[in-house]
């Protein structure tokens, strides 16, 4: 199966959507969002935002590695 490497990013904040580019060498573990400014963090046992508030998880989860 071929690694998505681009996810849509949902504030919980606000509601505001951007589809983004997700590192592949790094988690990202804060994302700011462009409309509210709110900083957002992973939720309680995701290792990045992309796990938490992405439409597609991290690279490493998709491939079943281990995250960071």
């Given at each position: 199966m071929e690694t998505?490497?681009?996810?849509?990013?949902?504030?919980p904040n606000?509601?505001?959507?951007?589809e983004e580019q997700m590192p592949t060498n790094a988690c990202?573990?804060?994302?700011?969002c462009e409309n509210c400014?709110?900083?957002m963090k992973p939720n309680q046992g995701d290792c990045c935002v992309?796990?938490?508030f992405g439409t597609v998880a991290c690279p490493?989860?998709?491939e079943n590695k281990s995250c960071c």
């Open positions: 998505i490497l681009k996810s849509e990013i949902t504030c606000c509601g505001h959507q951007k990202q573990f804060f994302y700011n400014k709110k900083v992309y796990c938490s490493p989860i998709q």
